[in-house]
Structures are given as C-alpha cells and as structure tokens.
C-alpha cells in the first residue's frame, strides 16, 4: 500500500501518488454553475461601520465584490491544478446579519465548458471575505472568516449537487 487513495478516487493524483492536472480533453463541453458561501463574523460595532459606509477605507462592500470577481478570474493562477476558465459571469452578493453579527457572502460562477466551476465560486467567496477583513481589521482584530463552502453545483457528468439545507 502506498498511502495514496487510487487514482480514481483522486482525479489529480496518477498511479505513482504524483499531483498532475485532469485531462478533460474527452470531456463534453456543458453549462455549468456553482454557488459557495462564505462568512466573517465580527463585533456588533464592525457590522455598524459598513451599514453605515463609514469605514476608513471607503466603500466595503463594493471593494470586496470586484475582488471577489477578480479572484475567480484569476483561480487557475492560484490553484495549481485548476485549468483556466472563461467564465461568462460571476457575481458575489452580501447580507449583513445582525445576530450573531456578520457578513454573509454569496458567489455564483459559470461557464459553458469541459469542467465544472466550483473552485471559481469558492475562489470570489474567499477573496470577497478576505477583502472584507483587510478593510475592517483596523476596527475589529477579533473577525473570523467561517463556513466557506459549496452551496450549489449543476452541470457536468456529476450532475446537481446541493449541501444539505441548514448545515
């Protein structure tokens, strides 16, 4: 045994246990769409600061939606194995919630390709958050990015899948 699960199981790992990138070359060329999400929990006194738009920085949400955009642009360039994508949309939306107090973040990625998007989708909701506590960290040292994770998949040779509801 080689510690290594078989290659099946892990689509970039070969027989010999060495990472490679999938060939898709086989691979129908579908629509495909994933929903992630995302949360940074935060001091009551944070949420105030971007439901009022006064933070220091300048306009919270909006910056951590293009960088969020612009993350799932560049996934390919920060996941080795990912291959690169044209997307055909992406957007990343936010609700602020005031028990406990925090910023959920949705992203929604597709394309119409070879291979599915949800690393696109977990990519903007990572960045999105990022962004949020870089442009609040001088408020609120005590911030936690949490529950990122896939919502929604369609499309591909496996078909729907969506997380069980309320975990």
Known sequence: MTGYESPAALSHINERGEAVMVDISDKASTERAAVAEGYVTMNAATLAIVERGDAKKGDVLA???????????????????????????????FML??????????????????????????????????????????????????????????????GHYRAPAGE
């Open 63 to 93: 910056t951590a939606r293009i960088a969020g955009i612009m993350g799932a642009k560049k996934t390919a360039d920060l996941i080795p194995l990912c291959h690169p994508l044209p997307l055909s949309k992406v957007t990343v939306d």
């Open 97 to 158: 919630h005031a028990a406990p107090p925090s910023i959920r973040v949705e992203a929604l990625a597709k394309t119409t390709g070879q291979t599915g998007v949800e690393m696109e989708a977990l990519t903007a909701v990572t960045i999105a958050c990022l962004t949020l506590y870089d442009m609040l960290k001088a408020a609120d040292k005590d911030m936690r990015i949490e529950g990122v994770r896939l919502l929604e998949k369609t499309g591909g040779r496996s």
